[in-house]
């Protein structure tokens, strides 16, 4: 792969305010790239606000039709899919390369769909515009690839627990008002979804589709065929909003195509870059929300055999659905590009 050298290299920040725009700030102050200048980009609302980002004020500028006329070299999109259709292309026309966090394009043929600790050989072909995969489905993929790798996987079932984080500013504000409201016994108005979020846990991510599985439960399926190079691997998916400000949890049940040894999992999962192993029945030890929120790896544990059927395993994986889940997966994106390494940082719970 090409990467770009000795040349000063400038990068939008597109939804710079939103929960993965900051988080996009917060993880490029950790990575510490080569990069020489930033400019920040939201809706009209924020234009002339000011951002404290490495160590500088920076001034939020309103995204328009004309702010791809300056010259970038890469821009990160978080604002929202009928923001990424309108200006993505905009962008890509000015040789500006876009690594996108909506769902808007993942699904296109020859837009690449990345995990650099997974399928980074994809990010040779694009045309300037390069799609973040959906929270749920990085995570997931991040552990099911190594051991698809090793015993082919025949079926995954996911079962997902994912943080209020997931819907943006709006979707944490619901839990955050419906905590307030029942201790101080007042009325809230819901900002994002359709029933309460606190004491609740509701069966539908994003809109339902014909075939009665929501938009998220089929992002799930058709992302990570999509990531695997398997379009044909059966997998079913329930996704579900939990309380939980941050960091999606799954239980993910998958059938393997040759036999296994637990130890045998774990140990290749150890090695498998980004991700961390934390499970210890004995000792209590298993991945939660609570740990993993504010990290960038993906950490799994339960790792344990499926005794219902021939070659079954379940895990219990969970990460911090704005970090890996979305901003820091789409700079590893941008840090490959730039330098060609792979981040393969191990950082664990406790
Ligand atoms: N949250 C997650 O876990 C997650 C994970 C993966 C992918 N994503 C995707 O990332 C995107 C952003 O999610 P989020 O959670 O950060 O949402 P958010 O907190 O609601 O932030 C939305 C961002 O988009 C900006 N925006 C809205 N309308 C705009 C406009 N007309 N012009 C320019 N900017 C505009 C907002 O700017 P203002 O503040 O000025 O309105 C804000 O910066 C979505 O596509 C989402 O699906 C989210």
Known sequence: ??????????????????????????????????????????????????????????????LTEKSFDEKFDFALFSAGSNISEKFAPIAASKNCIVIDNSSFWRMKKNIPLVIPQVNPQDLENHSNIISNPNCSTIQAACVLHPIHQKYKIKRIIFS?????????????????????????????????????????????????????????????????????????????????????????????NIELSTEFKINDIKSLLDISPGVVVHDDPSKNKYPMAVDCSGKNEVFVGRIRRDFSIKNGLNLWVVSDNIRKGAATNAVEILAYLLTGNIYNKKTLLF
């Open 1 to 62: 792969m090409n990467k770009i050298i000795n040349k000063s290299i400038k990068i939008a920040i597109v939804g710079a305010t939103g929960l993965v725009g900051q988080s996009f700030l917060k993880v490029l102050e950790e990575f510490d790239l080569p990069i020489d200048e930033y400019k920040l980009f939201a809706s009209k609302k924020n234009a002339g606000k000011i951002i404290k980002f490495l160590n500088k004020d920076y001034q939020i500028n309103e």
């Open 160 to 252: 997902t627990y994912q943080a209020v984080s997931g819907a943006g500013k709006s979707g944490y504000n619901d839990l955050k008002n419906g905590i307030n409201s029942y201790v101080n016994n007042t009325e809230y108005k819901l900002e994002k979804f359709l029933y309460p979020i606190f004491n609740n846990c509701i069966p539908q991510i994003d809109d339902f589709l014909e075939n009665n599985y929501t938009k998220e439960e089929q992002k799930m399926i058709d992302e990570t065929k999509k990531i695997l190079h398997e379009p044909n691997l059966a997998i079913s998916a329930t996704t579900v909003r939990v309380p939980v400000f941050n960091s999606h949890s799954e239980s993910i």
